[in-house]
DNA sequence: TCCTTTCGGATAGTAGAACTATCTACTGTA
DNA sequence: TACAGTAGATAGTTCTACTATCCGAAAGGA
């Protein structure tokens, strides 16, 4: 049951065996272990990582260089679990970093960071991809407010509490990496279906008049 | 100043020509008035529109096709105000509804829904996107347990808030549609890059020993 | 043993998205 | 009148994520 040949893998997973193929050359599954020039053989590991390479394309979105990258840091040999989980998710890409942010929102993003104390390093992408979306809202004419600004932040550490949550309950290790992986990644697609559903309820709430 | 040719809207919006004249013929841009058959004038709504899209696409990796889409609800003759911020809200796609979730996580997302008086139209798009997320995290061996689910809502309503109080400062309805499609997609993104940066301070609260 | 099926690995081909380049006919301007 | 610039049309390019074929070899049933 748990041992299997990739037409087997590929029926469990749904995953076309060609794909499977594309993604044993692209690094993001292990080969199997080959048993003659021309049989391997897969196993649970194989079917779990799939399932993971899935979710991280199909619901996170991620292009597939994205996802060897962060898969090489899944199963990176660990030396020590120091802050460990921070370097893991410095590697997952912020989902559209594309459009060079300006000095000034740069400053305005380092500034927001001082401000509420997240020390992190100066040079972290994530400051970078921050300060594009501030140039955006500023360049299409609805540039952010302060106010909303240090809102945003306020609700997004609740965010960041609970995510660091959900890893408590595993012992595991390699466990942990792997839910971090799958909580951040998911967790934005997560967030955002929560929001349009929360912002339908909300306008609704506000609108003058009658329900829908 | 205002009415210019479309080299000038090329050079001011940092868009290269051809790729203005291939937003025209996808209908992301409006065409400039022909002064005569080859000759055309734009204006500073080409220019803001241009900048529209380029937020839309690059800070909130909208294809080209849900731009389109976004837009023209943007561009709607806007006949009552009633519930019209849901209406738009929902053309706006909820990135990554890929990967067909199955009865029970669709039972799940729901459920939620009811349980928090989101009483929005069950047929919402966004709650069948919900349902593909939480797919995600079962399938790959990583269940969202119910109590962080609710966390995560609690937060998301929050965010919610403040997307609805960005909009309060707006008088003019055509610059509150703008700015509901705005906060919304660059808000995610916005979301995404907050929310790492959090990760990281908390991560870094939590880990034994010494800082950083 | 023979024979059909399936396999691993390599190479090549395909579909769609987002541009980018070229062409033609015309035109405002120096 | 020469010429750089233009609108609109058509065709070509690049990248990503697959998908299809091929080959030689091994597996498995009769």
């Given at each position: 049951m748990g041992v299997m040949r990739i037409a087997e893998l590929s029926e469990r997973s749904g995953v076309p065996v060609p794909t499977i193929k594309y993604y044993l050359r692209e690094g993001l599954l292990h080969r199997g272990e080959l048993t003659s020039r021309n049989q391997a053989r897969y196993g649970e590991a194989h079917l779990r990582r799939l399932s993971l390479v899935r979710a991280l394309t199909d619901?996170?979105?991620?292009?597939v260089a994205a996802v060897r990258e962060v898969l090489a840091h899944v199963d990176a040999p660990r030396s020590s679990t120091h802050n460990l989980l921070g370097r893991v998710l410095d590697?997952?890409?912020?989902?559209?970093?594309?459009g060079s942010p300006e000095e000034e929102d740069l400053a305005r993003a380092q500034e927001l960071v001082r401000d509420r104390g997240w020390?992190?390093?100066?040079?972290?992408?994530a400051v970078e991809g921050l300060a594009a979306v501030l140039a955006g809202y500023r360049r299409t004419g609805h540039p952010l407010g302060e106010e909303y600004l240090v809102r945003y932040a306020e609700a997004v550490e609740q965010v960041a509490r609970v995510d660091l949550d959900t890893l408590r309950?595993?012992?595991?290790l390699d466990e942990i990496i792997e839910g971090a992986v799958v909580g951040t990644v998911l967790g934005d697609a997560l967030l955002a279906a929560l929001r349009r559903l929360a912002q339908s309820r909300e306008s609704a709430l506000r609108a003058p008049g009658r329900e829908n």
């Open positions: 619901v996170g979105g991620l292009p590697a997952i890409p912020p989902a559209g970093q594309d020390n992190c390093h100066p040079d972290d992408p309950d595993t012992e595991e």
